[in-house]
């Protein structure tokens, strides 16, 4: 049973657990809540709801195991609203704070979890120094309506935390010198509404280290509707990851990035020294709606904004070397005139996110109806950026040497023959419908009973999911071949 609902005021968190362990000897601190419902009382909370932390300065691996169970914390009783401003009855920091400093290690498992209205933050947790390393797991869980105040800093960052920062999103992990996040198991969780990004991965480190996120893994979630209120002078993506002389590998299967202000995925490597690599994997999944909103950056002044694009990378060095495999996702319905971009500050920095010879694949893709006009009538519609020269070796052509069985937009009206045959793609409109997932609105996303991508897959898929992105109980092949994209018409 769920307990009785606590009301409180304080400026103080509910839950403060802190250790530090000073003998040299390794140990284990183990935490768990099993059912509580935890609000403000009217006035609102000063503090963050909960803090976890650990300051290990002997270097004796100590471990912190956090399990929260059917916990939720919300920031006010009332009815939520659509769009902010929110109600005053909220949390002024995060809803939960971890951080692991001086070679802790944690565990920290949400399950059945509902994080809503933290001004600050729903869950932000700090790694750094000295091979720290977090552990994050989350099933069932819905980050929804955090954001909407500039918070300064952490609860925690007055007790030896002070790198930390706020950057009002859902799930915010950071890492900092010599530590890493693993995200092993995201799984059916909401990351919605959120007043910035859904989820954002951030990391930093020294020029002679080797840290950031080795896997952050999201199967069967969505990434909607995040950046809420936002002006065009601001960002707010579905997923964000910005890499600081750091690495990363995502991995997103079967989940919708979707309606949210400016990207469905962006990933920014930064300033890098040495070799860093970086990787993206998507299957089964649905990037549709997302506004493309936000300042160029990067891109040439006056140029459409190459890093709001529904899939965007951005290399600013050309140390990072970057690998990509897509295979039955859905990119459409996205007003940006290109599905994918991979964008470099210099051509050098270009290159090395797909130079000849790369192992990135792209294959069974619907990459397809975007660039539309606010009537609807006109498609831009190029699968990728850079733009085609339609001559040389480059990594326009580099890219469509690497992409097989796929539903390609028109580059800018034109269909280029050499990439039809060869490599078994197509240009036909693929004609989709509206489709409701998981009770969230994505856009015309969804095959039409004369879609041209009924039975067209073909090749050795990336994606190894039985189930098409809606998840069990909707097998991926139905009748001789799995349909183009990320659905299977049932």
Excluded at 271 to 300: C, E
Excluded at 338 to 364: C, K, Q, V
Excluded at 383 to 406: H, I, Q, V
């Amino acid at each position: 049973m769920r307990s009785p609902a606590v009301s409180f005021t304080s400026d103080l968190p509910l839950v403060d657990l802190e250790f530090t362990n000073l003998n040299q000897t390794p140990y284990i601190y183990r935490f768990t809540i099993d059912s509580a419902d935890l609000r403000p009382a009217d006035a609102e909370m000063l503090s963050s709801m909960m803090v976890f932390q650990g300051y290990d300065v002997d270097g004796g691996d100590d471990t912190l195991f956090v399990t929260l169970r059917n916990i939720e914390i919300s920031g006010r009783s009332s009815v939520i609203p659509i769009i902010p401003p929110f109600s005053q009855q909220s949390i002024r920091g995060a809803g939960i704070e971890v951080g692991l400093k001086q070679s802790c290690q944690g565990r920290i498992s949400l399950e059945n979890v509902s994080v809503r209205d933290a001004r600050g933050e729903g869950f932000y947790g700090l790694v750094m120094q000295n091979e720290s390393a977090g552990f994050f797991s989350c099933s069932n869980t819905s980050f929804r309506y955090n954001g909407d105040a500039a918070v300064s800093s952490p609860y925690m960052a007055s007790v030896a935390f002070g790198a930390a920062s706020f950057e009002q999103s859902g799930l915010h992990l950071e890492v900092h010198e010599e530590g890493a996040w693993t995200v092993d198991d995201g799984a059916e969780s909401h990351f919605d509404d959120n007043y910035r990004h859904g989820v954002i991965l951030e990391s930093s480190s020294n020029d002679d280290e080797v840290d950031g996120f080795p896997l952050a893994d999201f199967d069967l979630c969505t990434f909607m509707r995040n950046g809420l209120d936002l002006d065009a002078s601001v960002r707010g993506h579905g997923v964000y990851a910005h890499m600081l002389e750091s690495e990363i590998e995502l991995h997103l299967h079967r989940s919708a990035a979707s309606s949210n202000h400016t990207s469905g995925v962006n990933m920014l490597f930064d300033f890098a020294n040495t070799v860093r690599r970086q990787r993206l994997v998507a299957t089964n999944s649905t990037f549709s709606r997302n506004l493309g909103i936000g300042p160029a950056l990067y891109g040439p002044a006056g140029a459409f904004p190459l890093e709001t694009n529904p899939i965007a990378i951005i290399s600013l060095a050309p140390a990072n070397s970057f690998t990509t495999n897509l295979s039955q996702i859905t990119v459409s319905d996205n007003p940006t005139p290109y599905a994918l971009s991979l964008f470099g500050s210099t051509s050098d920095a270009l290159e090395a996110l797909w130079p000849a010879g790369s192992t990135s694949r792209i294959d069974n893709c619907v990459l397809n109806a975007n660039g539309f006009t606010s009537t609807g009538g006109v498609f831009s519609d190029q699968a990728y950026y850079p733009e085609p020269p339609f001559s040389g070796t480059n990594e326009w052509t580099e890219m469509f040497l690497g992409t097989d069985f796929s539903n390609l937009g028109r580059i800018k009206g034109i269909i280029v023959p050499q990439y039809t045959s060869v490599q078994g793609n197509y240009y036909d409109p693929p004609l989709l419908t509206s489709f409701t997932f998981m009770g969230s609105f994505l856009g015309d996303v969804f095959p039409s009973t004369s879609s041209p991508l009924f039975n067209m897959g073909m090749g050795t898929r990336f994606a190894t999911e039985g189930t098409d992105n809606r998840g069990p109980g909707n097998p991926r092949i139905i009748g001789v071949a799995w349909d183009t994209g990320a659905f299977e018409v049932q």
